[in-house]
């Protein structure tokens, strides 16, 4: 289809929590071709991005090659720094909504018993954070886009921009359809085959991960404790090399549990390291009361990467924004990108916005998009560079034994690393450790 002919969607009036999924199968199709702006990507960055356009009067299309619902490789895990991210969408995450909500970490490692970390009391956050799993999680995203006014596109797998000299005014996907747009958001992943298309190259100095997960069913699945273990080793505890990451075990309320681990490419090991056999070799160690076993898991183990600090630049030129994994928005410090897609999500949506009141093409307009990422070095450029910086440290086996070893049975220190991890502060009238962690992350240069 070339660019004189017209692309389906559907567009359904606003519901509370809406699924994609079931808001399209409902839904009359509605010709488009062309739109203010386009999202490629409905992944949280993309349907957030997509929303929030939409909700500020923009005409938006969003595109997703696969059809509602579809899984994703997560963790499932949402801190309150999501959540609140989630609530400033319009998404109900109360309990009677069908959220699992947490109380914060149970931490394992450094000695015998674990012990709890409750969320932060903040001004900034709300004091629970949840689980949901992505086939879900990505679904309700998008239907709130839908229910905002974008129209959503499914099976459009795009394959290149349509480019007027160097700048992007659309895209074409598989099967030769084209749709245009002064303003284009590359929001496919961490291969983002848009954002190489048009230039961007990821840069291997910056902090990469890997984490593996599966399923399983589990008495543990309504633990109201997100689980961490901050101990892996690669051969006998204590007698072989303690690696850069972590195990997790997140309650999903319905049954399940998810289950797996991440590592960090800081470390010699991590080209080296079969991670499904190391997840193996870790559940081996659980309780088997917990039932993380082979007959207790739901399909199989599972792995994806994680980009880390940035490390996909520029986040805008040219007309088109990378958020989410395209742009490379996980944390160093603990894998966790969709928060920090969430928030990119507003920040462009705001600039998007204001460009298109200034008049797309015009210089004002430009300095608008040019906008995007200096707002977002500003908001958590410096945590990010914080983060790197961090994950160098502990790629060092011996500063991380030291961590683990005395570091992680000290509660006040714990608290403290918490709340920087999952960078949990107020940023006015907080306490101690708000203001260190706030003056760290405004004086780093930003990743």
Not at 329 to 349: K, Q, R, T
Request: proline share 6%; with cysteine.
């Amino acid at each position: 289809m070339e660019s004189g002919e017209a692309m389906t969607s559907r567009e359904v009036p606003g519901v509370t929590n809406a699924l994609a999924s079931e808001l399209l199968s409902s839904a009359p199709p509605v010709d488009r071709n062309e739109a203010d702006v386009i999202v490629v990507g409905a992944g949280p960055g993309g349907s957030a991005t997509a929303a929030l356009c939409a909700q500020r009067g923009l005409d938006v299309l969003l595109l997703e090659k696969a059809e509602f619902p579809r899984d994703k490789v997560c963790g499932d895990g949402l801190t309150p720094r999501a959540v609140r991210m989630l609530t400033r969408l319009g998404i109900d995450t109360s309990e009677s909504a069908g959220f699992l909500h947490t109380r914060g970490l149970r931490v394992y490692g450094g000695r015998t018993a674990p012990f709890e970390l409750p969320w932060p009391q903040l001004s900034d956050f709300p004091d629970y954070g949840t689980t949901c799993p992505r086939r879900r999680l990505d679904d309700l995203l998008a239907g709130r886009a839908v229910q905002l006014g974008a129209h959503l596109i499914c099976g459009a797998n795009v394959t290149e921009p349509v480019l007027v000299g160097d700048r992007i005014t659309g895209v074409r996907t598989r099967d030769g359809r084209t749709v245009r747009a002064p303003v284009v958001v590359a929001a496919d992943g961490n291969s983002s085959r848009l954002g190489v298309a048009m230039g961007r190259r990821r840069d291997e100095r910056r902090p990469m991960g890997v984490a593996v997960r599966a399923y399983f069913e589990s008495p543990r699945h309504d633990d109201p404790w997100m689980e961490s273990w901050l101990e892996l080793w690669d051969g006998e505890r204590g007698a072989s090399t303690q690696l850069p990451g972590y195990a997790w075990v997140f309650p999903m309320g319905d049954g399940r549990c998810n289950v797996g681990l991440g590592m960090l490419n800081s470390s010699p090991a991590f080209g080296r390291t079969d991670y499904r056999r190391l997840m193996r070799a870790w559940l081996a160690t659980t309780p088997p009361q917990w039932c993380f076993d082979d007959a207790h898991m739901i399909d199989r183990i599972r792995g994806a990467a994680l980009p880390m600090a940035l490390n996909r630049k520029p986040l805008y030129a040219n007309g088109l924004l990378l958020v989410g994994d395209a742009g490379g928005m996980v944390s160093p410090f603990n894998g966790e990108g969709i928060d920090y897609s969430l928030e990119a999500a507003e920040l462009a949506a705001d600039a998007i916005a204001e460009a298109h009141s200034r008049g797309v093409g015009a210089a004002a307009a430009e300095r608008a998009l040019l906008g995007y990422e200096n707002h977002v070095r500003r908001d958590f450029g410096g945590y990010h560079r914080l983060g790197m910086i961090f994950s160098r440290l502990i790629g060092n086996p011996r500063i991380m034994h030291l961590c683990t070893t005395y570091g992680l049975p000290r509660p006040t220190l714990m608290r403290f690393v918490n709340k920087l991890l999952a960078n949990l502060t107020d940023e006015n009238d907080g306490d101690a450790f708000d203001r260190i962690i706030n003056t760290l992350t405004r004086i780093a240069p930003s990743a």
